[in-house]
């Protein structure tokens, strides 16, 4: 048995080291010192953070990352909410076609679905310059995150609260955001948080689907990377990483405490 712990302990040091390492290689290149991308750092220091908060483009371009994944998680809690609550409450036979429907997206390959968004909006006239296709493909992208979260919130509650209060004279507005609103509040929030992760950090749907004008964070530093191998990139990435590891670590409380209830 100690043998067998053992070489569990080294496994999981060998799967945490294979998903880190990256990370901190492209954290420390931010640091660089030198004029060019490397590794390991020729010196420390944060002149490209520096660099990188006067570069308006990418300022831009979060800022934008930013708006597009509100709006999309926005959405997404709105339809992935209604969509749960008719999948645990009453759907019946049509089930799990509901549920195929809402993680469609989520099992199929991400360039699959933006290829299919491209030539829907192409076909009815669209196309990608009103930026409707971008939106939508995001939209697609976190709708799963949210379903999934909410659903978990609602199964094995008990609807005879719901019901008590609706025999006591509460219609069903109030009966839903007095009662189940509340229930299912952590899970929204769950989801939502790692539906605003998935959208400002996907690419994919992105680049397939972005008109001309602004380009989300990810967009922009891949052409970034086309042309320029500074540590601006890296420094770039850094933060983008270190606000999904406040985002994660946010829906990672959200979601133990949501387990305790």
């Given amino acids: 048995m100690r043998i067998g712990a053992l070489f569990l302990g080294l496994f999981r040091l060998l799967v945490y080291t294979f998903l880190l ?7 420390l290149a931010s640091l660089n010192a030198g004029n060019f991308l490397t590794f390991p750092p020729q010196g420390l220091s944060l002149r490209w953070f520096w660099t990188f908060l006067e570069n308006d483009v990418f300022i831009d371009a979060i800022v934008y990352s930013s708006i597009l994944a509100a709006g999309a998680t926005a959405v997404s809690l709105v339809i992935g909410t209604m969509a749960a ?16 429907g809402v993680l469609l997206p989520l099992i199929l390959p991400e360039i699959l679905t933006a290829i299919a968004l491209l030539f829907f909006f192409y076909e009815i006239g669209i196309g990608t310059e009103y930026k409707i296709a971008l939106f939508t493909g995001h939209v697609l992208m976190t709708l799963p995150f949210v379903f999934l979260n909410v659903t978990t919130s609602l199964q094995g509650r008990d609807d005879s609260i719901e019901l008590a209060a609706r025999t006591l004279g509460a219609s069903r507005y109030t009966a839903f955001r007095r009662i189940t609103l509340p229930l299912i ?12 992760i998935i959208s400002f950090d996907t690419f994919g749907i992105s680049f397939i689907l972005k008109g001309s004008g602004s380009a989300p964070l990810p967009i922009q530093l891949y052409d970034y990377l086309r042309f320029n191998f500074t540590p601006e990139a ?3 990435s850094t ?19 949501n387990s305790k209830a």
Wanted: charged share 15%.
């Fill in 185 to 196: 509040a952590p899970g929204m929030a769950t989801g939502g948080v790692f539906a605003f």
């Fill in 85 to 100: 609550l008719y999948f645990v409450r009453h759907a019946k036979r049509e089930a799990e076609i509901v549920r195929i």
């Fill in 21 to 27: 390492a990256p990370l901190v290689i492209v954290v």
């Fill in 234 to 236: 890296a420094a770039v």
């Fill in 239 to 257: 933060v983008s990483i270190i606000l999904t590891l406040v985002l994660v670590t946010l829906a990672d409380l959200l979601f133990s405490r």
